[in-house]
């Protein structure tokens, strides 16, 4: 296995390219950022008629959003009485109804756009790690009950049948949710934006951003970019900007280990359902299928870093751990990725100048969140009115002890992964 070998790129059926940005212009909406959120927001007000330029400084999903485990989630990691604990009830009620359809959005703009993603809507399953895990999920179905979340439990024995290891004490099925290839969609949203109208250019870098008369002013490799409004897209990938606006955020690392497609008689007990899955653990790990039958499993960690040995070492074992049949199997391929988390792990959206919204925080939840935090974010940008927005805008946001934080969150997963899943 290499360092960094991305599956999604190795797989991906939605190749996008786009040239660099040059010359001087003007448009009615300049993005940065051509992730989920990007390249949905550009979508939108490209089909609304508006003039588009996205601009991204590496390639269309070459952040989070080609790094993500591909899980199309309804709702956030919060459970919901937490959410409007610390939103309040009108807000928080607005936005849990707001991601409760994200999986159904998502799902429809596939069909909508024929985006070749490996579309799979057969639900997800929270698995209970340990008892205690158990009764976090009662819990959170109890909760999500009450808000009209179709959810059921499972036992430990149904899991096991669902799933094809008996490592868990039950699980909760979500059949809002499903699983893509998230690479594959980001570039299709791309792909999509662009046939509607809108201009995207990749390798294309914003160094600068200021508010000029009337509008914006975005300097890109030499040139300059003027939009009346402007939507900043960049989440954990954030380059810099400028005084204009600076995200303020922890960055939290999660890695991903898969095998090459397992012969049949492996892989027809695993996951036959085609469901996504992560766990109850504070550590937080993840395992799924793709199309093509590799196992794929993911946890808390920098691959990439200092730590990455000891991540990919958790994976090999974590694997076998599961399905012992897989011992002897490999995992060919590596890849990391960052977070944009919130200490309240809400996902945030700045009004930072006029005519000019940044969305970011997703905490682990891009695909749902940020198709519906971008759509509706072009919507208002367009509009001039904030009333469809999912939460509402703020002026700024802070974060405090950012690298220790971070740095914690790493120690820590570094430490769990050391130690567990030893057989």
């Not at 009950?145 to 149904?158: D, F, I, M, R």
């Not at 090999?316 to 919130?342: C, E, N």
């Not at 198709?371 to 999912?390: I, K, M, N, Y």
Request: glycine share 14%.
């Amino acid at each position: 296995m290499t360092s960094e070998r991305n599956l999604w790129r190795a797989t991906s059926r939605e190749g996008f390219a786009a040239p660099v940005y040059s010359g001087d212009r003007s448009v009615d909406l300049a993005i940065i950022g051509a992730g989920f959120t990007g390249s949905a927001a550009a979508l939108e007000a490209a089909r609304q008629g508006a003039s588009v330029c996205l601009l991204e400084a590496e390639t269309v999903g070459h952040g989070g959003s080609g790094r993500n485990v591909g899980l199309v989630n309804a709702g956030l990691w919060l459970p919901p009485d937490q959410v409007t604990a610390q939103m309040g009830e009108g807000p928080g009620r607005r936005l849990i109804a707001a991601l409760a359809e994200a999986p159904s959005r998502v799902f429809d703009l596939i069909a909508r756009e024929g985006i070749d993603c490996e579309a799979t809507r057969a639900g997800t399953l929270h698995l209970a790690h340990a008892p205690g895990g158990l009764a976090d999920l009662r819990e959170r179905l109890r909760q999500g009950l009450a808000h009209g979340a179709p959810l059921s439990l499972l036992t430990a024995e149904e899991t096991a049948e669902r799933t094809g290891s008996r490592a868990f004490h039950g699980a909760l099925f979500d059949p809002r949710a499903g699983t893509i290839q998230p690479l594959a969609y980001a570039q299709g949203l791309a792909r999509a934006a662009a046939r509607a109208g809108a201009k995207l250019h990749e390798h294309s870098r914003v160094s600068a951003l200021s508010r000029e008369k009337g509008g914006w002013r975005l300097e890109v490799r030499g040139h300059v970019l003027r939009a009346t409004r402007v939507l900043v897209a960049t989440n954990a990938y954030h380059l810099g900007l400028g005084p204009a606006f600076q995200p303020r955020f922890v960055p939290v690392h999660y890695c991903q280990y898969a095998t090459d497609p397992l012969p049949e008689s492996l892989r027809k007990d695993i996951l036959p359902g085609g469901e996504g899955c992560w766990d109850t653990a504070l550590v937080m790990s993840s395992v799924r299928m793709d199309r093509a039958g590799r196992l794929i499993i993911g946890g808390i960690g920098n691959g990439g870093g200092p730590g990455g040995a000891i991540h990919a070492d958790w994976a090999a074992r974590k694997m076998v751990a599961l399905y012992p049949a897989l011992l002897g199997q490999k995992l060919v391929h590596g890849w990391s990725g960052r977070i944009a988390m919130t200490g309240d792990h809400i996902p945030k959206i700045l009004a930072f100048g006029p005519d000019a919204l940044a969305c970011f925080g997703y905490s682990g939840r891009g695909i749902g969140p940020g198709t519906v935090f971008g759509t509706e974010a072009a919507r208002a940008l367009l509009s001039g009115t904030c009333t469809s927005l999912p939460v509402d805008p703020v002026e700024a946001h802070e974060e405090a002890f950012v690298p220790a934080r971070a740095a914690w969150v790493e120690t820590g997963a570094c430490a769990t992964h050391a130690l567990a899943a030893r057989v």
